[in-house]
T-cell receptor
Framework: AQTVTQSQPEMSVQEAETVTLSCTYD???????LFWYKQPPSRQMILVIR??????QNATENRFSVNFQKAAKSFSLKISDSQLGDTAMYFCAFMKHAAGNTGKLIFGQGTTLQVKP | NAGVTQTPKFQVLKTGQSMTLQCAQDMNHNSMYWYRQDPGMGLRLIYYSASEGTTDKGEVPNGYNVSRLNKREFSLRLESAAPSQTSVYFC?????????????FGPGTRLTVT
């Protein structure tokens, strides 16, 4: 069975600075996807960034980038130039890739990020 | 384009009462999911439906039933609510074979069982 671990329950960062959120996972699969979702106080889940395990290049989306270390089973999220609107809970998630994939996500426990002015 | 909608947004039940959480999506997605979110535990999959007419158990199915009414709608039923089912419930949908695998989430239902 796959597991996802986020070892930082809470983090804070000053506005305009950079912060990195950690995520590790355990799987015996070779083909899978990893995601970071953001949940602001509104409770809405929003996809931040996605990484395919077969791609060596780290995914980037504007101020958000990942450091994907497949051998170490590590998938950290870096937020550059932090903004007040980045205040949210962030979830790391794993999805196995297989024929007839059902798209089931396995989530980590979440990290609450507070961006301070 | 409403995306994924859920009703109700809030609900309080007494132990033993039943209720159905409704979910609908207008993105023509094949796959739909029900999750529950509890503090310190992230989101856990209750049931999912890979396509119309099929449903399967997820990680925490006990105490719940689901119905995939048609391609748009996927409901979650609590037959006899228990305090342990106090949680926030999310419905999601995706086109699992599209290549993006992004799941789109509804706004959630906060359920309290007293």
């Amino acid at each position: 069975a796959q597991t996802v671990t986020q070892s930082q329950p809470e983090m804070s960062v000053q506005e305009a600075e950079t912060v990195t959120l950690s995520c590790t996972y355990d799987t015996s699969e070779n083909n899978y996807y990893l995601f970071w979702y953001k949940q602001p106080p509104s409770r809405q889940m929003i996809l931040v960034i996605r990484q395919e395990a077969y791609k060596q290049q780290n995914a980037t989306e504007n101020r958000f980038s990942v450091n994907f270390q497949k051998a170490a089973k590590s998938f950290s999220l870096k937020i550059s130039d932090s903004q007040l609107g980045d205040t949210a809970m962030y979830f790391c998630a794993f999805m196995k890739h297989a024929a007839g994939n059902t798209g089931k996500l396995i989530f980590g426990q979440g990290t609450t990020l507070q961006v301070k002015p | 384009n409403a995306g994924v909608t859920q009703t109700p947004k809030f609900q309080v039940l007494k132990t033993g009462q039943s209720m159905t959480l409704q979910c609908a999506q207008d993105m023509n997605h094949n796959s739909m999911y029900w999750y529950r979110q509890d503090p310190g535990m992230g989101l856990r999959l209750i049931y999912y439906s890979a396509s119309e007419g099929t449903t399967d158990k997820g990680e925490v199915p006990n105490g719940y039933n689901v119905s995939r009414l048609n391609k748009r709608e996927f409901s979650l039923r609590l037959e006899s609510a228990a305090p342990s089912q106090t949680s926030v419930y999310f419905c999601a949908s995706s086109e699992a074979d599209s290549g993006s695998y992004e799941q789109y989430f509804g706004p959630g239902t906060r359920l309290t069982v007293t």
